[in-house]
């Protein structure tokens, strides 16, 4: 059974703040994704990654960066967190190849104050 | 890039009766179309995909249909039960399944 975790469930930070978030799968998935969700938005893709150290933009790139430094972990980074980031953060995993199935975390809650 | 388009956003059915959700993509290259299902306060859970050579798909009470002229796919859940209230997103991608491009969702609601 594939489980994918998240560090934190809620989160609140200051604005400016550098902020980490976390994902870490443990069924040696390939491919790992941050999404962003917001009401009325859907899914929007942030970063996504085929290997590690291997990084490609998303649809909404603007603000954030990610790292992947060992195959089960995926970071997700905000420099310097603005309000306009207040959102619900998902990761999600996949084995790499086609067709195959993204399994999700269960997200993080972010509140930048 | 790839531009997922779906309505309703929110969609309210009697219990026992048939829902229908409905997207459209606009790059013809697309060739992949899973749907997923978010429960309240619960992640994202793939109930249904289909792939570009096929027009149709079922799975008990879901299907899916897909009409590659029109670039248009279809949610279709039958004799509907109270778990199926839940939020239902739908995504497209090409070269299989590495980077989705998902709708904006809908919120079904069964209505005992």
């Known amino acids: 059974d594939v489980k994918v975790t998240q560090s934190s469930r809620y989160l609140v930070k200051r604005t400016g703040e550098k902020v980490f978030l976390e994902c870490v799968q443990d069924?040696?998935?390939?491919?790992m994704f941050w999404y962003r969700q917001d009401p009325g938005l859907g899914l929007r893709l942030i970063y996504f990654?085929?290997?590690?150290?291997?990084?490609e933009k998303g649809d909404i790139p603007e603000g954030y960066s990610v790292s992947r430094e060992k195959k089960e972990r995926f970071s997700l980074i905000l420099e310097s967190a603005s309000t306009n980031q207040t959102s619900m953060y998902l990761c999600?995993?996949?084995?790499?190849?086609?067709?195959?199935?993204?399994?999700f975390g269960p997200g993080t809650r972010l509140t930048v104050l | 890039g790839e531009n997922v388009e779906q309505h309703p956003s929110t969609l309210s059915v009697q219990e026992g009766d048939s829902a229908v959700i409905k997207c459209t993509y606009s790059?013809?290259?697309?060739?992949?179309f899973p749907w997923y299902k978010q429960e309240l306060g619960k992640r994202p859970q793939l109930i249904i995909d289909?792939?570009?050579?096929?027009g149709e798909k079922k799975d008990q009470r879901i299907a899916v249909t897909l009409n590659k002229t029109a670039k248009h796919f279809s949610l279709h859940i039958t004799e509907t039960q109270p778990e199926d209230s839940a939020v239902y997103f739908c995504a497209a991608s090409m070269r299989g399944n590495e980077k989705l491009t998902f709708g904006t969702g809908t919120r079904l609601t069964i209505i005992p």
């Open positions: 990654s085929y290997d590690v150290k291997m990084k």
């Open positions: 999600a995993s996949q084995q790499g190849g086609s067709y195959n199935e993204q399994f």
């Open positions: 790059d013809s290259a697309s060739n992949y």
């Open positions: 069924m040696d998935h390939e491919n």
């Open positions: 289909i792939r570009s050579n096929v």
